[in-house]
């Protein structure tokens, strides 16, 4: 076998190839986070994986930075399996950064070595493949811009499902998490009025990013009407 290097990743290509055809990248294999069992993190390891590639309408990154999100844990526990055993290794991740070095056909606006965040899957790994991207500012962290793809594609949807406009007055219960955060942020540049629910702690958070603040627990609906000042249009949990 033919063991290759580029920065920060070793490869190893597992057939001989003909010697009147040199290697390339696209006929190795990468290091994924994966599992071949249901459970918890303990069944997680980090070992050679198929190199994928950016079909029609995608792009590929070397990743730098990817998020963990509740349909991670819930695939790794097998929560979400109804019942049926695995066929094969598992994969986790649903969004990612990293610097693009792969484009596929009809893809325009991105180029090869553009830095940009976005939503695809299998992205704990060395490479993954992304359906929908944008570019990331280089102000943002990498951690932080992983964090983006799937916690802002829930709060648009919501949002846009709520119908949620200018002059609308929004309640967003736990606005302090990753969702809550992003659905916050959006519904204020929508031209929303947002009530936000966190703890005390998260409050100065709440009021930095636009909202009105208010401690969640016992007696919360009094507080958010009181917040309010007037009917709420619509309430995101």
């Not at 649903?94 to 009809?106: L, M, R």
Request: aromatic share 8%; hydrophobic share 45%.
């Amino acid at each position: 076998y033919h063991v290759l290097h580029r920065p920060h990743l070793q490869v190893t290509y597992l057939d001989a190839a003909p010697a009147d055809i040199p290697l390339t990248w696209k006929d190795c294999w990468m290091r994924a986070l994966q599992f071949t069992t249901y459970g918890g993190p303990e069944v997680l390891k980090w070992a050679d994986a198929p190199d994928p590639h950016a079909g029609p309408g995608q792009i590929r990154i070397a990743v730098r930075a990817a998020s963990v999100n509740p349909i991670d844990w819930k695939m790794l526990s097998g929560a979400v399996s109804g019942g049926q055993p695995l066929a094969g290794p598992g994969y986790l991740g649903f969004d990612a950064a990293g610097v693009v070095d792969e484009v596929g056909d009809g893809i325009t606006g991105v180029s090869v070595g553009d830095d940009v965040l976005g939503r695809g899957s299998n992205t704990q790994a060395h490479f993954a493949v992304l359906d929908s991207w944008a570019a990331k500012p280089s102000s943002v962290d990498w951690a932080v811009a992983a964090a983006a793809g799937v916690a802002g594609e829930t709060a648009e949807r919501g949002l846009r499902l709520l119908d949620v406009d200018a002059g609308d007055t929004v309640f967003v219960d736990g606005g302090a998490g990753g969702v809550g955060a992003a659905t916050v942020q959006m519904a204020v540049a929508r031209g929303a009025k947002v009530v936000a629910s966190s703890s005390q702690a998260n409050h100065d958070y709440l009021r930095e990013i636009g909202a009105t603040p208010v401690l969640y627990g016992e007696g919360v609906v009094a507080r958010v009407q009181a917040a309010a000042g007037g009917p709420v249009d619509a309430v995101f949990d």
